[in-house]
C-alpha cells in the first residue's frame, strides 16, 4: 500500500506539472494588452508599458518567466493580482470556505437522493416504480445546471415574492442564513450528480444481486433488506464512488456559472472575474488549485476500493 501511494504522489506532482505547463502557456495566448489591463486605459505610453513588463518580469523569455513563477509556486507564493495586487493564494484562501459548503451540500444532496432510488429502482426491476424512476433520472440528466438554479430564482419570485438572501454568510456566525444562502444553488448542483448516480447505482447493484454470495445470503435466512444493505451495497459502491470522482470535478466547475447567478463570492466567481478581466495570474494559481483538489479526490478513492471491497490489493 505504501509504495502505491508514493506512486500515486510521484504521478500526482507529473499532472501538475503538465498543468502548470499548459496553463502558464494558455494565458499568454489570451488576446489583450497587460499594460491596458494594468492601466485600465485605451491610451497608454510606451514607457508605461516597459515599466510594467519589467514589474512583472514579462521582459523575460517564457522559459525564464515560467521557472521563476514555478519557484514561487513550489514555496508557496503564487504571485500578486494585475489589478488590485493582492496575494492570489490569499484571495484563493479566502473564497474556499464558500465553494467547498456549496460543493459538499451538493453532494450530500445528490447522495441521498441518488442511492436510494438507485437500490430501489434495482430491487424493484422492470415493475412500474423502476420505468418511472428512469425516466426520472435521464430528465435530470438533459437538463442543465444553471437553467435549474435560474428557474429556482424565477418562479419562486413570480409565484410568491420569495428569492434567497444575496451574499455569504459564514457558517459559524449564522448556521440558518448560511443554509438559507445556499441550499438552492446546491440543490441546482447536485441534481444532475444524483440522476448520474443513481442510474451507476441501479446498474452496479444489478450486477452484484446476481452474485452467487447473494443467494447464499438469502438461502441462509437472512431478511432483503440485510442483504440488500449488508451484502450488496457495500461491493455496488465501487462503480459509484469512481462516478463521483469523475463528476466531483463537474461539481467544482459547475460552481463558476451558479456562483454567479445567485451572487455568491466563492471561487466560482473569481474565477469568471479573473478570466474576463485577463488576470493570468489568478487564473494560473486558481486552475492549479482546482487541479491539485482533483487529482487528491482521485488518489483517495483509488485507496478507498480496498474498504469497499477486500479482495482488492495494491502491489
Do not use: M
Given at each position: 500500500m505504501g509504495q502505491y501511494i508514493l506512486k500515486?504522489?510521484?504521478?500526482?506532482?507529473?499532472?501538475?506539472?503538465?498543468?502548470?505547463?499548459?496553463?502558464?502557456?494558455?494565458?499568454?495566448?489570451?488576446?489583450?494588452?497587460?499594460?491596458?489591463?494594468?492601466?485600465?486605459?485605451?491610451?497608454?505610453?510606451?514607457g508605461q508599458c516597459d515599466a510594467i513588463r519589467r514589474d512583472l518580469g514579462l521582459d523575460k523569455?517564457?522559459?525564464t518567466q515560467y521557472f521563476r513563477y514555478m519557484s514561487g509556486v513550489v514555496r508557496g507564493d503564487f504571485g500578486t493580482t494585475l489589478i488590485s495586487k493582492r496575494d492570489v493564494w490569499t484571495e484563493i484562501r479566502t473564497r474556499i470556505p464558500l465553494t467547498l459548503e456549496l460543493t459538499l451540500l451538493a453532494t450530500i444532496f445528490a447522495l441521498v437522493l441518488a442511492l436510494p432510488i438507485g437500490v430501489y429502482s434495482a430491487t424493484h426491476r422492470d415493475r412500474a416504480s423502476d420505468y418511472m424512476?428512469?425516466?426520472?433520472?435521464?430528465?435530470?440528466?438533459?437538463?442543465?445546471?444553471?437553467?435549474?438554479?435560474?428557474m429556482l430564482i424565477i418562479f419562486p419570485a413570480k409565484w410568491w415574492g420569495y428569492s434567497p438572501p444575496v451574499g455569504y454568510t459564514d457558517l459559524w456566525?449564522?448556521?440558518?442564513?448560511?443554509?438559507?444562502?445556499?441550499?438552492?444553488?446546491?440543490?441546482?448542483?447536485?441534481?444532475?450528480?444524483?440522476?448520474?448516480l443513481a442510474r451507476v447505482t441501479r446498474s452496479s447493484m444489478l450486477e452484484v444481486l446476481r452474485q452467487d454470495y447473494i443467494r447464499t445470503a438469502r438461502a441462509k435466512g437472512?431478511?432483503?433488506?440485510?442483504?440488500?444493505?449488508?451484502h450488496a451495497l457495500k461491493n455496488a459502491m465501487i462503480p459509484v464512488i469512481t462516478l463521483f470522482a469523475i463528476q466531483f470535478g463537474t461539481l467544482l466547475g459547475g460552481t463558476v456559472v451558479l456562483e454567479s447567478i445567485f451572487s455568491l463570492p466563492g471561487l466560482g466567481t473569481l474565477t469568471l472575474t479573473s478570466v474576463l478581466i485577463k488576470d493570468y495570474?489568478?487564473?494560473?494559481?486558481?486552475?492549479?488549485?482546482?487541479?491539485?483538489?482533483l487529482v487528491l479526490i482521485n488518489l483517495l478513492v483509488d485507496i478507498s476500493y480496498?474498504?469497499?471491497?477486500?479482495?482488492?490489493?495494491y502491489a
Open positions: 500515486r504522489l510521484l504521478f500526482t506532482l507529473l499532472v501538475l506539472w503538465a498543468v502548470s505547463v499548459i496553463v502558464f502557456g494558455a494565458v499568454r495566448l489570451i488576446p489583450g494588452d497587460v499594460c491596458r489591463i494594468v492601466l485600465a486605459t485605451p491610451t497608454v505610453e510606451q523569455p517564457v522559459v424512476l428512469r425516466f426520472l433520472t435521464i430528465g435530470w440528466l438533459s437538463i442543465p445546471g444553471f437553467w435549474i438554479g435560474t456566525a449564522n448556521p440558518l442564513k448560511n443554509l438559507h444562502q445556499l441550499y438552492l444553488p446546491a440543490l441546482a448542483l447536485g441534481l444532475a450528480l444524483s440522476a448520474s437472512l431478511v432483503d433488506r440485510a442483504v440488500v444493505v449488508r495570474p489568478q487564473v494560473q494559481g486558481l486552475v492549479l488549485f482546482f487541479a491539485a483538489v480496498a474498504w469497499f471491497d477486500p479482495r482488492i490489493r
